[in-house]
Nanobody, 115 residues
Framework: QVQLVESGGGLVQSGGSLRLSCAAS????????MYWFRQAPGKERELVAY???????YVVDSVRGRFTISRDNTKNTVYLQMNSLKPEDTAVYYC?????????WGQGTQVTVSS
């Protein structure tokens, strides 16, 4: 079955860095777009970035220049490198995939940025 498992979250001071990982299994990872979303308390889940099988990437304006998405198809893992973190980046971060026309989410990893 499809599984997505995020890791790498934690507590960091403003200006710090974290690298999130999402390990995927149960589908042909290299063939699918992989997404990172986040959900802050009291807010809707929002797209952060995505990467295509050809490694084309998109990041939203609010994190452009600070966050980088990448993938390692040999490890079936997608990464989100987050630099220059701000308190407003505090959220639960989720990875998402849509193999077989079905949406799958990971369990999420908490990122807290203190000021």
């Amino acid at each position: 079955q499809v599984q997505l498992v995020e890791s790498g979250g934690g507590l960091v001071q403003s200006g710090g860095s974290l690298r999130l990982s999402c390990a995927a299994s149960g589908f042909t990872f290299s063939s699918y777009i992989m997404y990172w979303f986040r959900q802050a308390p009291g807010k809707e889940r929002e797209l952060v970035a995505y990467i295509t099988p050809a490694r084309n990437t998109y990041v939203v304006d609010s994190v452009r220049g600070r966050f980088t998405i990448s993938r390692d198809n040999t490890k079936n893992t997608v990464y989100l490198q987050m630099n220059s973190l701000k308190p407003e980046d505090t959220a639960v971060y989720y990875c998402k995939a849509v193999p077989y026309s079905t949406v799958y989410w990971g369990q999420g990893t908490q990122v807290t940025v203190s000021s």
